[in-house]
C-alpha cells in the first residue's frame, strides 16, 4: 500500500508515540496517596503539581491530564476508579506516555504491575516510574518490573503483618477498633454508655428474657413504639438477634470477629477459628446484668434443641 509522505510522517509520529498533529508526545500522569491525614492531603496535591510542571517543562512534551486516586490501597487495581480510567483511555489513544512516581505507586501486586504495563504497551503507551528508572518500551524494562513489583509486592505483605501485629497489641491492651453501637459511643478506642441507646437495650432484653417475646414480635412492638435502630428505618428480627447476642452489652469485649486472610484483596471473613479471638472480660460499664445476658443465651439454646 503505498501513502504520501504526510501520511508516512503521521505514522512515524504514531509509531514514535507522538500526536501525529503537534509532533509532540502527548503525556499523562497517575499518582496515589493516602489522604487520612493532612500532611498526606498536601503531598496529594504537590504530586499533582509536580507532574503537571515536570510535563510542561519538556518542549517535546504535550501535558495530557494527571490521574490521581485518593487513598485507596495500591495493592489491588479493582476499586481504584482514577486508575481503571486512566487504562480505558490509554486504549482510545488519547495519550502516548504516563508518568508514575515509583511502581508502589502503581501497583504493589507484581500480576498487576506486568499485565497493565503489557496492556499499555500494546496500545502504544509506555509507562515511565521516575524514581525507579524504568521505561516500559525499553527491551530490559520488564525484567528490572518485574524484581522492583517484587519487592514492593513484599514490602506491602510485610507492612500488613506489622499493621495486623500492631492492632492486636493494641486490642490485647483494651483498645477498640470499631464504631458505635447502639447503647455506645465508641470514642478514641473506649466506649461510652448511650443512655438514651441503652434504654432500648434494656427494653429488649427485658421483653426477651422476662416477657418471653420473640425477635419478631419484639421487632414489631418497638416500630410501634416509635422507636427506631441507629442505621435503618425498620427494626428486623435478625437486628434483635444481633442485640441480644452481643456480649459488649454485658461489659466484655470480643475482637477480631472477622480478619483478612490475603493483604492483596483486602477481603474480610468471619474468624471461624482461623485466627485467634481477643477477649476481655468486664473491659466497659454494662448496659445490662450478666445474668440477664446468660438467660438470653440459654433461651436461644432452648430454642436450638427444639428445633
Not at 26 to 46: D, I, N
Not at 53 to 69: G, L, M, P, R, S
Not at 246 to 275: A, I, M, W
Amino acid at each position: 500500500m503505498n501513502m504520501n509522505k504526510y501520511e508516512c510522517l503521521n505514522q512515524k509520529k504514531k509509531y514514535c508515540g507522538e500526536s501525529p498533529f503537534s509532533g509532540k508526545k502527548r503525556v499523562a500522569a497517575y499518582c496515589r496517596v493516602s489522604t487520612e491525614r493532612e500532611e498526606q492531603a498536601q503531598s496529594f496535591e504537590s504530586q499533582c503539581n509536580f507532574f503537571r510542571c515536570y510535563i510542561e517543562e519538556k518542549k517535546e512534551w504535550e501535558f495530557y491530564k494527571v490521574f490521581a486516586d485518593e487513598g485507596i490501597s495500591g495493592t489491588s487495581t479493582k476499586k481504584r476508579e482514577q486508575f481503571n480510567r486512566m487504562i480505558a483511555e490509554a486504549r482510545q489513544g488519547k495519550f502516548d506516555l504516563l508518568l508514575t512516581k515509583e511502581i508502589s505507586r502503581f501497583a504493589r501486586n507484581t500480576l498487576d504491575s506486568i499485565y497493565y504495563t503489557r496492556e499499555l504497551r500494546k496500545v502504544g503507551v509506555g509507562v515511565l516510574f521516575l524514581n525507579d528508572g524504568i521505561n516500559t518500551l525499553e527491551g530490559d524494562a520488564e525484567l528490572r518490573l518485574s524484581i522492583m513489583a517484587s519487592i514492593a509486592q513484599e514490602e506491602s505483605r510485610k507492612t500488613s503483618e506489622r499493621v495486623k501485629w500492631g492492632q492486636k497489641r493494641r486490642m490485647e491492651e483494651g483498645v477498640v477498633f470499631g464504631r458505635s453501637m447502639l447503647g455506645y459511643d465508641v470514642k478514641n478506642g473506649k466506649m461510652y454508655v448511650n443512655e438514651e441507646g441503652a434504654k432500648v437495650v434494656r427494653k429488649i432484653f427485658y421483653k426477651f428474657v422476662l416477657e418471653r417475646k420473640s425477635t419478631h414480635t419484639i421487632a414489631k412492638e418497638l416500630l410501634e413504639e416509635g422507636i427506631y435502630p441507629m442505621r435503618s428505618k425498620k427494626w428486623r428480627n435478625t437486628v434483635i438477634l444481633r442485640i441480644l447476642q452481643n456480649e459488649k452489652y454485658c461489659g466484655d469485649l470480643v475482637q477480631k470477629k472477622t480478619f483478612t486472610p490475603d493483604y492483596l484483596s483486602h477481603e474480610k471473613k468471619y474468624n471461624r477459628g482461623e485466627e485467634e479471638f481477643v477477649i476481655i472480660k468486664n473491659h466497659h460499664v454494662p448496659i445490662i446484668s450478666r445474668e440477664m445476658f446468660e438467660k438470653a443465651e440459654k433461651i436461644f439454646e432452648e430454642k436450638q434443641k427444639k428445633r
